[in-house]
C-alpha cells in the first residue's frame, strides 16, 4: 500500500473517529436526566432532548423552562406555565419560531436541536446569586431581560426556574428543570 493511501485511509479514520466522540455530547444532559450548564451562558442548550407534545419528556420540568421562556416572550401568562407540553405550548413555540426568525417547515411547534440553538443564543449571564450559583437570564426578543427568570451553575451544574403555580410572583421555589415525567401537569 502507498504512502498516499496508507495517509488518505489514516486521515478518513480519524475523521470518522472525531464525528463519533462529537455525536455522543447530544445526549449528554438527557442521560443525566436534567438540563445542564456549561461554563458561561454559552452552549447550555446544545444537548437538550426534543421536546413535543407526545414526547417522552412532554410532561416534565423540562416542558417548565420552555414555557416560562414563553412568559418572558409575552407569549405565555403565568398561568400557562404547567410543565405539560400540550396544544397551548405547541402553539407558543410556533410564536416563539417566527420570533427568532424560523419560517416555513422549521416553525413546527417542536423545541428541538434548532430551536434550543436559538434559544442558547439569548441567555446571557447576570449578578453572581451565591458561593455556588450565577443567574442565567433569558434576553427576550424585544430585548428585556427579566429577572432572575433561568439559573445554572448549581452544585449540581442543573438549570433551575421559577414556578409560582400559575403566578410569576412571590416566594415561590426554584424547581430543577428536570427530564423525569411528572404524574401531573404540574411543576415539581
Not at 447550555?44 to 414526547?55: I, K, N, R, V, Y
Not at 418572558?72 to 410556533?94: H, K, L, M, P
Not at 442543573?158 to 414556578?163: G, I, P, Q, S
Amino acid at each position: 500500500m502507498s504512502r498516499i493511501s496508507r495517509t488518505l485511509i489514516a486521515g478518513a479514520a480519524a475523521l470518522a473517529f472525531g464525528i463519533t466522540l462529537n455525536t455522543s455530547p447530544a445526549a449528554a444532559s438527557v442521560s443525566r436526566g436534567y438540563i445542564d450548564e456549561n461554563a458561561g451562558a454559552q452552549n447550555d442548550f446544545s444537548d437538550e432532548a426534543t421536546l413535543w407534545s407526545g414526547s417522552s419528556y412532554g410532561n416534565s420540568n423540562a416542558v417548565g423552562v420552555i414555557q416560562a421562556i414563553l412568559y418572558a416572550e409575552f407569549i405565555f401568562d403565568a398561568q400557562d406555565v404547567d410543565c405539560a407540553y400540550g396544544s397551548d405550548t405547541t402553539w407558543g413555540v410556533e410564536q416563539l419560531q417566527k420570533r427568532l426568525g424560523f419560517t416555513g417547515a422549521d416553525v413546527d411547534g417542536v423545541v428541538g436541536a434548532k430551536t434550543w440553538a436559538k434559544l442558547d443564543d439569548r441567555l446571557v449571564e447576570g449578578s453572581v446569586y451565591s458561593d455556588s450559583m450565577l443567574n442565567i437570564q433569558y434576553r427576550a426578543t424585544n430585548g428585556t431581560t427579566p429577572n432572575l427568570f433561568l439559573r445554572a451553575r448549581h452544585s449540581g451544574g442543573t438549570y433551575m426556574f421559577k414556578y409560582y403555580g400559575g403566578n410569576f410572583g412571590g416566594n415561590a421555589a426554584w424547581k430543577q428543570a428536570l427530564y423525569r415525567s411528572l404524574s401531573g401537569s404540574e411543576c415539581r
